[in-house]
């Protein structure tokens, strides 16, 4: 069963501007988590924010959590070329396993 | 180096014939999971542990068997591929449930 549901699938930008990514999740968890992957290969960790976290930063990324609309959005500000990845979240759904469930991901490409 | 490696990396069988992919990481990690990714599925969880002998089943679990019997390892056996297992498989590891997991490169494996 999905939980998180990212938004939008894809998204094309120019170089330079800012890209937002949303997920929604319908129950309630423990953390959510954010992870980007290019083409194929493994994944990589971006942040992962708590669930009584309502906002997080790390360098031009911003992740924002509302538990009361179960929803997340991760911000890239000055997107560069190198940004072109897809992007997923994942939630911890709180429980006493380890069960953790992804979006299908929001694919984003930057434009030169 | 902190990483979790996976073997093969590629390959292709037939069904039914027995295959072991093998997970490793040096983190001393005491969560590891194995996901996988299918086109417009995202990731989906197949078994995850929580420490050494336990295994617990994750999304997807049907056809596959794993097992847990030292911290550092956490092997994903198909005791008889079947077409349908086609997909690319990651295997992570991370530290508590309030941490990030760390993903190896990936497996893609092919069942004609």
């Known amino acids: 069963s999905q939980q998180g549901e990212e938004d939008p699938q894809a998204l094309s930008i120019q170089e330079g501007e800012n890209a937002t990514m949303n997920c929604s999740y319908k129950?309630?968890?423990?953390?959510l988590q954010w992870y980007r992957q290019n083409s194929g290969r493994g994944l990589v960790h971006l942040i992962l924010?708590?669930?009584?976290?309502r906002e997080k930063h790390s360098g031009r990324l911003r992740v924002t959590l509302d538990t009361s609309k179960k929803s997340s959005s991760l911000l890239i500000t000055a997107s560069r070329a190198a940004d072109t990845a897809s992007y997923f979240c994942?939630?911890?759904?709180?429980?006493?396993?380890?069960?953790?469930?992804f979006g299908k991901g929001t694919r984003l490409h930057i434009l030169p | 180096e902190a990483q979790v490696t996976q073997n093969p990396r590629y390959l292709i069988t037939v069904t039914g014939k027995k295959l072991t992919v093998t997970c490793s990481q040096n983190m001393n990690h005491e969560y590891m999971s194995w996901y996988r990714q299918d086109p417009g599925l995202g990731l989906r969880q197949i078994y995850y542990s929580m420490n050494v002998e336990v295994t617990d089943k994750g999304d997807v679990p049907e056809g596959y068997k794993v097992s847990r019997k030292e911290k550092r390892n956490f092997p994903l056996i198909l005791e008889s591929p079947s077409p349908n297992q086609t997909s690319l498989y990651f295997c992570?590891?991370?530290?508590?449930?309030?941490?990030?997991?760390?993903f190896g490169d990936g497996t893609r494996l092919s069942i004609l």
């Open positions: 129950t309630s968890i423990n953390n």
């Open positions: 992570a590891s991370r530290l508590h449930r309030d941490q990030p997991q760390h």
């Open positions: 994942a939630t911890d759904a709180g429980n006493r396993d380890d069960k953790i469930i």
């Open positions: 924010i708590r669930s009584n976290e």
